[in-house]
Each structure stands twice: as structure tokens, then as C-alpha cells.
């Protein structure tokens, strides 16, 4: 729709430039296009205001699953949302990650190992250290990044954590991943049971 914007006839780009996206939108769903004049203004208004419905029926469909989504979470797991930073959306993925494979879930560690957090030892002679764990369920591992970054935004007790952990001599992708294996010890402590 952006595009197509600036593309289109000098009087309708004046009409929709400098618009937000969702100004855009609701100005092209308004659009009301009358044949007769000319072909390529009708056009382009067919065009916009056909998007713009769509995207406001979509916003629509978007919030109706949302609101069903937060519904199931809710209902399947209300401890898991409890917790700090974790969402609707986060919380679905750990529970989609953890009801795929729940004869793999017997410890903590299982489930770090399934969400890709577990570290791997990386040592050689007498440097020890840990990689990352490029494994497991992608989802649930970008979802536990998503917690940590939430934490380090909003979260005093997770960024002194960092904070201290950095004048220590690590590395911020190395605090990120010991957060996201303690975030996912926190999370299979409220995982249900089945």
C-alpha cells in the first residue's frame, strides 16, 4: 500500500503522504472509487481501498485469535504467564515446544536441551568455556530470548545481573545465554504435567 502510494497520481500521493501506516490504512479502506474519471486514479483507488479493507479485516481476525490464544494459555497454563516477561505469544510457543515432546521432558535439563539453551562445553587445554547450543526447538529458544530481553529492559534484579556479570569478564551474548538457561529452568517449573 505504501508503495503503491507513491506511486500513484500527484493527487492522490498528496492525500496520503506523511501518513502513519495505520492512518494510511484506515484513509485507503475509506476510499470510494468512481468509474468515469480518470482510468488510472479509479484504478489506484480500487487498489488502495481493497487493501486497506483487507488489512482492517485481518486487524480484526488478528485480535478475534489473539483473544481465543490468550483464552487456551490462560487455561492450560495461568502460572506460565505469571511469570516476569513472559506474554500470550511466548507462552504459546513454550507450551507448543513442550506438548510436542513431553516423553523428552523428565528434568530441567531436558527441557533446556528441547529449547536449544543447554551449553555445550567448548574447552580446550585450560580455557574452559561453553558454547551456544545451536539445537533444539528454534521457537522456544527465540522465545526465551524474548523473556531475557524483556528482563534486561524492565527488570532491575536481571540487569545488575548483567551488569555484574560483564565487570566479571564475560562476554553479553555469554550473560544472555546462562539468563536464557535460568529462564527455562524457571518455566519448566510451571509447565503442566500431562
Not at 109 to 131: N, W
Not at 165 to 175: A, I, L, Q, W
Amino acid at each position: 500500500m505504501r508503495q503503491l502510494s507513491y506511486t500513484a497520481p500527484e493527487e492522490l500521493r498528496a492525500r496520503f503522504k506523511g501518513l502513519s501506516t495505520t492512518d494510511l490504512v484506515t484513509e485507503a479502506a475509506a476510499l470510494r472509487p468512481r468509474s468515469g474519471a480518470d482510468p488510472v486514479i479509479y484504478a489506484t483507488k480500487v487498489a488502495l481501498a481493497s487493501l486497506g479493507r483487507r488489512c482492517l479485516e485481518l486487524d480484526e481476525e488478528i485480535d478475534h485469535i489473539d483473544a481465543l490464544l490468550a483464552g487456551l494459555v490462560e487455561e492450560a497454563a495461568p502460572e506460565l504467564l505469571g511469570l516476569f516477561g513472559v506474554g500470550v505469544d511466548t507462552a504459546a510457543t513454550l507450551l507448543v515446544a513442550a506438548g510436542d515432546n513431553p516423553e523428552r521432558l523428565h528434568s530441567e535439563a531436558a527441557f533446556a536441551r528441547l529449547c536449544g539453551v543447554a551449553p555445550i562445553e567448548a574447552s580446550s587445554g585450560k580455557v574452559t568455556r561453553y558454547r551456544l547450543n545451536r539445537g533444539g526447538d528454534r521457537e522456544a529458544n527465540a522465545a526465551l530470548w524474548r523473556i531475557v530481553m524483556t528482563r534486561l529492559s524492565f527488570d532491575p534484579r536481571t540487569r545488575d545481573y548483567m551488569e555484574r556479570r560483564t565487570k566479571e569478564g564475560r562476554s553479553k551474548r555469554e550473560v544472555i545465554r546462562i539468563l536464557k538457561r535460568y529462564v527455562a529452568r524457571e518455566v519448566f517449573r510451571v509447565l503442566p504435567r500431562s
